[in-house]
């Protein structure tokens, strides 16, 4: 069996009650018209989380889209005023959890270890951890991104042992192409995606050959399909243009056509 192809969409801190709910209804009616083996994934922000979990009863797999969240706490509960934790959104039938974003790091100073330990708490409660990894501008420029990225997979994942990798879905997201209209060549995020996987390698050993690697940053309907063709690209997290249902659904349309070898 070859990998799975997921398209996840991280609305950040956009939308309110009501186009949360337009949105969440267009993509519906499209997944429920246009079933597939592709896994869909929404990431609304936390007040919408439960309406999109309660909008997917009852599907059949090929007609749902798994509801993520975008960030999560690593305990359990307590004195942690504002936090959302693990158990809270599993107990909503939340499935998965952005965990590691450039702009929690950036904004809210979170580092490898405790991203390390958020993706422990999802783990133990059975949702699947999206982390994200990815250098800055300056670093490219240096010539140090693969050290970047393999400084943040061994901090945050080398606690894991290979069979809990295999639930662990990696977004290699350059944070010089997030919001910016700038992507990454197919080619340069090739070279960097079969690095991250040999890097998986070191750690999880053939299972790495089965954990999906996603790119992230500025990916649109115009560059995707480019994209997706590369052997290690296992599809997509898309930020802006997953607010516009239609650009969101030709995206996944066009991770429907690709399929990979593992
Ligand atoms: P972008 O965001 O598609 O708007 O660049 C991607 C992300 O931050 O996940």
């Not at 990894?133 to 693969?146: M, S, V």
């Amino acid at each position: 069996m070859g990998r799975k192809m997921i398209v996840a969409g991280n609305w950040k801190m956009n939308t309110d009650a009501r186009s949360a709910a337009a949105l969440l209804q267009q993509l519906a009616e499209w997944r429920a018209a246009n079933a597939g083996r592709v896994q869909m994934i929404v990431a609304p922000p936390f007040p919408f989380l439960a309406a999109a979990v309660e909008q997917q009863a009852g599907k059949e797999e090929g007609q749902q889209l798994l509801v993520a969240a975008q960030n999560c706490h690593s305990e359990k509960s307590g004195a942690y005023t504002g936090e959302v934790s693990v158990p809270m959104l599993a107990s909503l039938g939340v499935g998965a959890c952005i965990v590691g974003h450039s702009e929690r790091r950036q904004y809210f100073g979170e580092t490898d270890e405790a991203v390390g330990r958020k993706i422990a708490a999802l783990l133990e409660m059975g949702l699947v951890p999206i982390y994200c990894c990815g250098e800055l501008q300056q670093e490219r420029e240096a010539g140090r991104q693969q050290d970047v990225v393999a400084t943040q997979l061994h901090t945050a994942l080398s606690r894991f042992k290979p069979a809990e990798l295999a639930r662990v879905v990696v977004a290699y997201e350059p944070v010089w192409a997030i919001g910016t209209g700038l992507t990454a060549s197919p080619e340069q995020a090739q070279q960097m995606h079969a690095f991250i996987r040999a890097e998986l390698a070191r750690m999880a050993g053939g299972t790495a050959a089965v954990m999906p690697i996603l790119y992230g940053g500025s990916c649109k309907p115009d560059n995707a399909q480019g994209l997706f063709a590369q052997p290690d690209i296992d599809g997509g997290l898309i930020g802006g243009a997953a607010l516009n249902a239609a650009d969101f659904v030709r995206i996944v349309a066009m991770a429907e056509e690709t399929t990979k070898a593992a």
